[in-house]
C-alpha cells in the first residue's frame, strides 16, 4: 500500500508580514499489510512516521534555500 502525507508551508517575516518562502510538498511511504491486524497497524503508523521525516526534510531544504538567497 502507500501511505502519502502533505503539508503546505508559508515562511513569513515576523516584522513586515512579507513571504520568504511557500509551497506545498508531499511524500510516499510504501507499507506491506500484513495478514495480523497489530502488525498491520504497525506498519501503517511506521509508514506515516518515515514519510513524515522525509517531507520534513524537503520543507527544511526548502526553507534552507531560502534564506541562503537572503
Request: hydrophobic letters at 40%; glycine letters at 8%.
Given at each position: 500500500?502507500?501511505?502519502?502525507?502533505?503539508?503546505?508551508?508559508?515562511?513569513?517575516k515576523?516584522?513586515s508580514?512579507?513571504?520568504l518562502?511557500?509551497?506545498?510538498?508531499?511524500?510516499?511511504a510504501?507499507?506491506?499489510?500484513?495478514?495480523?491486524?497489530?502488525?498491520k497497524?504497525?506498519?501503517v503508523r511506521?509508514?506515516?512516521n518515515?514519510?513524515?521525516?522525509?517531507?520534513a526534510e524537503?520543507i527544511?531544504?526548502?526553507?534552507?534555500?531560502?534564506l541562503?538567497?537572503?
Amino acid at each position: 500500500g502507500r501511505i502519502v502525507v502533505s503539508a503546505d508551508y508559508n515562511l513569513t517575516k515576523s516584522d513586515s508580514g512579507e513571504t520568504l518562502a511557500s509551497g506545498k510538498r508531499s511524500s510516499v511511504a510504501l507499507v506491506d499489510f500484513p495478514v495480523q491486524e497489530f502488525a498491520k497497524l504497525r506498519a501503517v503508523r511506521d509508514g506515516e512516521n518515515r514519510a513524515a521525516r522525509e517531507l520534513a526534510e524537503f520543507i527544511r531544504a526548502d526553507v534552507a534555500s531560502a534564506l541562503g538567497r537572503r
